[in-house]
Nanobody
Framework: QVQLVESGGGLVQAGGSLRLSCAAS????????VGWFRQAPGKEREFVAT????????IYADAMKGRVTISRDNAKNMVSLQMDSLKPEDTALYHC????????????????WGQGTQVTVSS
């Protein structure tokens, strides 16, 4: 079992950057794929990025490619999401999620979720 806590969200101007962090508890964190999803008001939760257990493989949503980088440090039980060139449409609650499925890109492939961190991008 793993528990996840996100941090790093905030208010930023369009074109700015934020680095989100996902801190995990549990001694077997390295066994889990970790993904980031986001949910804007009135919209469904959508995939942003995912990283494999060792960090050797990643997948990004088309809307985020070239603007985000996901990374992990298993020694620190941490996954980060670096977001650059932010746009107002990136405004959402960002969640990290974990599961044993390999590089899942849909919400139903993840059984463990954090509460989220709010990202607001002003124009």
């Amino acid at each position: 079992q793993v528990q996840l806590v996100e941090s790093g969200g905030g208010l930023v101007q369009a074109g700015g950057s934020l680095r989100l962090s996902c801190a995990a508890s549990g001694r077997t964190f390295s066994a889990y794929t970790v993904g980031w999803f986001r949910q804007a008001p009135g919209k469904e939760r959508e995939f942003v990025a995912t990283i494999s257990r060792t960090g050797s493989s990643t997948i990004y949503a088309d809307a985020m490619k070239g603007r985000v980088t996901i990374s992990r440090d298993n020694a620190k039980n941490m996954v980060s999401l670096q977001m650059d060139s932010l746009k107002p449409e990136d405004t959402a609650l960002y969640h990290c999620a974990a599961d044993l499925h390999y590089l899942g890109t849909t919400t139903h492939e993840y059984g463990y979720w954090g509460q989220g961190t709010q990202v607001t991008v002003s124009s």
